[in-house]
Nanobody
Framework: VQLQASGGGLAQPGGSLRLSCAASGMSVRFNRMGWYRQAPGKQREFVAVILSGGLTNYADSVKGRFTISRDNAKNTMYLQMNSLKPEDTAVYYC?????????WGQGTQVTVSS
């Protein structure tokens, strides 16, 4: 299983970015997949999850601003981030729990600053 995250960068407060997580070795459609983030000096924290049935859940801090989704044909998961805030600055990691094992992407930096 490999996860390749991309799409990070610099955004202004109030701006948007879309992260992608391309998966190989497993199907995004049939597995629980999520996004986590880690800010400097802080623990890695949960951001959003999408279950195999399509149900989604979000951290309170991003609810209403971020949307997790997947494209089964492209075997890719996404995180659409709108109304970005400086406190969203972090390295974002995609994750899948596959056969009871955690797999992580390499992380993509998101910086929100004016």
């Amino acid at each position: 299983v490999q996860l390749q995250a991309s799409g990070g960068g610099l955004a202004q407060p109030g701006g948007s970015l879309r992260l992608s997580c391309a998966a190989s070795g497993m199907s995004v459609r049939f597995n629980r997949m999520g996004w986590y983030r880690q800010a400097p000096g802080k623990q890695r924290e949960f951001v959003a999850v999408i279950l195999s049935g399509g149900l989604t859940n979000y951290a309170d801090s991003v609810k209403g601003r971020f949307t997790i989704s997947r494209d089964n044909a492209k075997n890719t998961m996404y995180l659409q981030m709108n109304s970005l805030k400086p406190e969203d600055t972090a390295v974002y990691y995609c994750n899948v729990v596959y056969r009871a094992v955690d797999f992580w992407g390499q992380g993509t930096q998101v910086t929100v600053s004016s």
